[in-house]
């Protein structure tokens, strides 16, 4: 197949990772012409720019594509993806986030190549302007009209855009995100040595929270949980992975409550690093408002660890309650805190936990399960416009 990749910036993040398993599947597993298209991958999250550029397949920066709005590099951004897209003569264009998303598929419209478009999670959203949220939503529903099919990376995103009335049912299917499962089988390091790296003491039950310091993503509430936790069990420590604009913030909210010495945060990490560090933990938390279907939460589960999340989005596609973790009312304090309780109480309860996740979702989490079935969704599509 001749399939362009079109994303926004290839920072760090789960759309990101996904997009560059499927593009490096596609070339390495099944001899695909694939080409990966997409704008500079700036921010404080961190590139994967350099690993597509050793990923041996067509890969092209577009300097004025970036994800705030300008009309004019819009523009010019649309004029060269049309460019680009003439020269290549693919099958299919393949979009991802909300950009990117909508400047593809117009792209690909006009020059008549089916287009197929994954939501990663809703570019309209919770915690968003009015007015941006109904600006999002009406320029979602444009694009779908120039889109064949959509790709969801969990149930609940097709149903939010049902609900919008982006596109009707028949127009989406739902493959989970899929990723590299080995080394959250088996790290590459030991969780001692990680541990001891970390400052961590061998006796400690740690609490680990994976996202970036940004709005939305809900560090604040792990910290508010905290007291009561470190009141029944002052050996735990939290473990806060990433960084970002609210560094700053959420390190005087923990000062003030006077509970630094339970906080270690380790900066911006590698995706390489992301296994060792779960495994180092004891309990995985996720605390985020807005999420398509966060990655960590299968990764904790297929590295043998319980959960607790939020129920929000496709967080209860994975979080079963009383199964695999536990899943909260989102913005919850007493409930995480208590949820958080019980588990540090019970290690036998965590092991259990961690199993049924392990057992559950392994499998289903494989990047090269997720790349055969959008494969098969090429397939059909390249079938009915043959």
Known sequence: MNVV????????????????LTVEDQHRDFGDKVTLITGPGLGPEGSLEERARRGGFDFRVLPELHRAIHPWKDWKTYCSLVAMLREIKPDIVHTHSSKAGIIGRAAAAKLGIPAIHTIHGASFHFGQNPIAYELYRLAEKWAARRCAKFISVCDSMTE???????ASHDKFVTIYSGMEVEPFLSPPRSREVVRQELGLEPGNVVIGKIGRLFPL???????????????????????????GILRMEIEKYIADLGLTQHFVFTGLVPPDRVPELIHAMDIVVHTSLWEGLARVLPQGLIAGKPVISYDVDGAREVVVSGETGY??????????????????????????????????FTEQFRHQTMTRRIREVYAELRKGHS
Do not use: C, M, W
């Open 327 to 360: 899943l909260l009312p989102p913005q919850s304090i007493d409930e995480l805190s208590h949820a958080i309780n019980i588990l540090v109480s019970d290690s036998a309860l965590r092991e259990s936990f961690g199993r049924a996740g392990r057992e559950r």
């Open 5 to 20: 990749h079109f994303i926004t910036r290839l920072i760090i993040g789960g759309a990101q990772e996904n997009t560059l």
């Open 160 to 166: 939010q855009y049902v609900t919008a009335k982006i």
């Open 217 to 243: 993503k809900g560090q604040e509430y792990v910290i508010a949980a905290a007291p009561a936790v470190i009141a029944q069990h002052p050996h735990v420590t939290f473990l806060l992975v990433g960084d």
